[in-house]
Nanobody, 121 residues
Framework: QVQLQESGPGLVKPSQTLSLTCTVS??????????WSWIRQPPGKGLEWIGY???????YYSPSLKSRTSISRDTSKNQFTLQLTSVTPEDTAVYHC?????????????WGQGTQVTVSS
């Protein structure tokens, strides 16, 4: 059974960098054709895909967030990490890490429970 667990600070000050880690169990983040995404949901709004790191370490980001986003991984710990720079209150959301098993990362098969991140001074 694949499980994903997000961790990181729940409160970030404006202009700082948001950093979250997803710890994966039950699957290897290097498994071919596995895509590891970050998705967020601001309060009262829909889901927003942020980006992914795929099985070979390549990354792809949402064009609207690309300039502020970095996704990396630690294969020795089976973890991947989101960094979002220069945050504003509009980045307040529940952040999920997600596994997709379709080439191209077009499906979202396993979800972490999500972690609330609030941007506030």
């Amino acid at each position: 059974q694949v499980q994903l667990q997000e961790s990181g600070p729940g409160l970030v000050k404006p202009s700082q960098t948001l950093s979250l880690t997803c710890t994966v169990s039950g699957a290897s983040i290097t498994t071919k054709y596995y895509y590891w995404s970050w998705i967020r949901q601001p309060p009262g709004k829909g889901l927003e895909w942020i980006g992914y790191i795929r099985y070979d370490g390549n990354t792809y980001y949402s064009p609207s967030l690309k300039s502020r986003t970095s996704i990396s991984r630690d294969t020795s710990k089976n973890q991947f990490t989101l960094q979002l720079t220069s945050v504003t209150p509009e980045d307040t959301a529940v952040y999920h890490c997600v596994l997709g098993r379709t080439p191209g990362g077009t499906t979202f098969d396993y979800w972490g429970q999500g972690t609330q991140v609030t941007v506030s001074s």
